[in-house]
């Protein structure tokens, strides 16, 4: 059974702060990861996306991989209120995309 | 405006009343799949299909059915639905089976089954 686990949180930061989010996967034939923000009652929406070892940058978000370790992280710089939401993590190498059920991201202001 | 589009976004309804869920994309993808969430849970897979005519099972399909006649399309079917099947339901797509594209998502099925 190909898994991917997150912690379902939730996690609190204070205004400002960096959120870290954490996903391991067990697949080790996993290629693509993928970073959705779920606010409630919506659907998914993707932020990032990585299948490099290292550290990929967009904006306030940098997602994380490191393929030995089979972990993928996504930090939110300078976190905002707006940023409380689930957060998805999402791997595939030759099957359909296996989610993790999510970490729960609160902000407070 | 590129979208996927499901319909009925809620649905009340009775155990055994067969229903369909349609879900529609305007962007010529060929991959499409539906997915359940439900609390503590997560999404989890139920069908998918890399093109027309080709769909596969994932890892919940027990009491769905789906079929690809067109590629814009690929409804979800509740032959005889029962209150286990009550739960969130998300169609997505991407441009092709594979590779590093995003999943577009709709905007959701809320289905209760009484």
């Known amino acids: 059974q190909k898994e991917v686990e997150q912690n379902s949180g939730p996690l609190s930061v204070p205004e400002g702060a960096i959120a870290s989010l954490n996903c391991t996967y067990s697949?080790?034939?996993?290629?693509?990861f993928f970073w959705y923000r779920q606010y409630s009652g919506k659907s998914p929406e993707l932020i990032m996306f990585i299948y490099s070892n290292g550290d990929k940058e967009d904006g306030r978000f940098t997602a994380q991989l490191n393929k030995a370790s089979q972990y993928v992280s996504l930090l939110i710089r300078d976190s905002q209120p707006s940023d409380s939401a689930t957060y998805l993590c999402?791997?595939?190498?030759?099957?359909?995309?296996?989610f993790g059920k999510g970490t729960r991201l609160s902000v407070i202001a | 405006e590129a979208q996927v589009t499901q319909n009925p976004r809620y649905l009340i309804t009775v155990t055994g009343k067969k229903l369909t869920v349609t879900c529609s994309q305007n962007m010529n993808h060929e991959y499409m799949s539906w997915y359940r969430q439900d609390p503590g849970l997560g999404l989890r897979q139920i069908y998918y299909s890399m093109n027309v005519e080709v769909t596969d099972k994932g890892d919940v399909p027990e009491g769905y059915k789906v079929s690809r006649k067109e590629k814009r399309n690929f409804p979800l079917i509740l032959e005889s639905p029962s209150p286990n099947q009550t739960s969130l339901y998300f169609c997505?797509?991407?441009?092709?089976?594979?590779?590093?594209?995003?999943?577009?998502f709709g905007d959701g099925t809320r289905l209760s089954i009484l």
């Open positions: 999402a791997g595939r190498g030759n099957t359909p995309l296996v």
């Open positions: 997505a797509s991407k441009l092709r089976w594979g590779g590093s594209q995003p999943q577009h």
């Open positions: 697949d080790r034939g996993s290629q693509s």
